[in-house]
């Protein structure tokens, strides 16, 4: 069986098309796109809207974004949400989800490399709360135009390393020109500094995991699993890439 569900992407603004572009570089099915027109409260979002979808990615705002997964767990099918900034509604909809049956894969970030960044981190983060001395602070960077600040991924990153010093770190946020996504945390001391960094160059690492994340969740669907994911469940699954030859079926 292929590799490659058929996909609704959910919004189609710079990440909805980035999405779109890979899906169609890599010949993975698209089935159904759903804007922002006659979409308020996620009306739009059907299972006839879906188009026989497999999983749909959602990419809008932080506004659309619950209702939206809200909606396509209620027309049974599993979505992969990548709009970051709804933390606050993340109760209310994952209680939601699972009252549907549904399934639902979040991640404030969807870069693989950002997850493993998250662990390295927080490693970091446990040992130096063993030692003396050192300052902890998180600072991301990212485009004029995104919308929430702290991004998910500081948030998280922040978490992590505040429960791993079991004291508050603080963030800074730095909005700027075109930058796709810049995250560090530093560690400072008083003759040293040790600084553990993510950069991403281009939205489509964005766009790679979110797809890797709809083939894991769609396989996770057919086996009969429903419930809330996340990249740490896609992360410490058996494999995480498919072979060649499964990329090829």
Request: charged letters at 20%; aromatic letters at 6%; glycine letters at 10%.
């Amino acid at each position: 069986m292929s590799t490659r569900p058929r996909l609704a992407l959910v919004g189609t603004g710079r990440m909805g098309s980035a999405v779109r572009q890979l899906a169609g570089e890599r010949g993975w099915p698209v089935v159904a796109e759903i804007g922002r027109a006659a979409n308020e409260d996620g009306r739009a979002i059907t299972a006839d809207a879906l188009g026989g979808a497999d999983v749909a990615i959602e990419f809008t705002t932080p506004a659309a974004a619950p209702a939206n997964a809200i909606a396509c767990a209620r027309a049974g099918v599993p979505v992969v949400v990548g709009t970051t900034g709804w933390l606050r509604d993340r109760p209310r909809v994952e209680e939601a989800v699972r009252a549907a049956g549904g399934a639902m894969f979040w991640a404030p970030n969807f870069s693989l490399g950002a997850n493993v960044f998250w662990r390295v981190a927080e490693l970091a983060a446990a040992l130096v709360a063993k030692l003396p001395g050192f300052d902890v602070h998180v600072v991301e960077t990212h485009h004029a135009a995104k919308l929430d600040a702290p991004s998910g991924t500081a948030a998280e990153l922040a978490r992590r390393a505040e429960a791993a010093l079991g004291r508050a770190v603080p963030v800074t946020s730095v909005r700027v020109g075109s930058v796709p996504g810049t995250h560090e945390l530093l560690l400072d001391g008083l003759y040293e500094q040790l600084r553990v960094e993510h950069v991403a160059r281009d939205r489509r690492v964005f766009a790679e995991g979110a797809l890797l994340a709809s083939a894991w969740l769609a396989g996770a669907w057919r086996a009969g699993r429903r419930g809330i994911f996340t990249m740490d469940d896609l992360l410490d699954a058996p494999r995480v890439r498919p072979t060649s030859a499964e990329e090829r079926a």
